[in-house]
Nanobody, 121 residues
Framework: QVQLVESGGGLVQAGGSLRLSCAAS????????MGWYRQAPGKQRELVAR???????NYADSIKGRFTISRDNDKNTVYLQMNSLKPEDTGLYYC???????????????WGQGTQVTVSS
């Protein structure tokens, strides 16, 4: 079993910055990719950004140039640096990862509990 624990959310004014962290723990042989999703009230959960262990990244168009995802492979930790935040970035941000517990095991998808990001105008 793998646990994902997020931290770093909060309340910030428009134009401000926040840094989210997500640490994966448990029985991990490999976790790849790791990423961030968000869900605003009344909307579907959407991909914000994800990163593979080789450094390949994918970003949602709405946050390109403002958010940067990074990871520490040794610590199984992923980060999301969010700059120039806008009110429409408000939502519950979830960490996500695909992981195997052994080299021969199956891939499983895991979610964190979410961390709230609120951007005031």
């Amino acid at each position: 079993q793998v646990q994902l624990v997020e931290s770093g959310g909060g309340l910030v004014q428009a134009g401000g910055s926040l840094r989210l962290s997500c640490a994966a723990s448990g029985s991990i042989f490999i976790i790849n990719p790791m990423g961030w999703y968000r869900q605003a009230p009344g909307k579907q959960r959407e991909l914000v950004a994800r990163i593979y262990s080789d450094g390949t990244t994918n970003y949602a168009d709405s946050i390109k140039g403002r958010f940067t995802i990074s990871r520490d492979n040794d610590k199984n930790t992923v980060y999301l640096q969010m700059n120039s935040l806008k009110p429409e970035d408000t939502g519950l941000y979830y960490c996500n990862g695909n992981a195997k517990s052994t080299p021969w095991g199956l891939w499983h998808n895991y979610w964190g509990q979410g961390t709230q990001v609120t951007v005031s105008s």
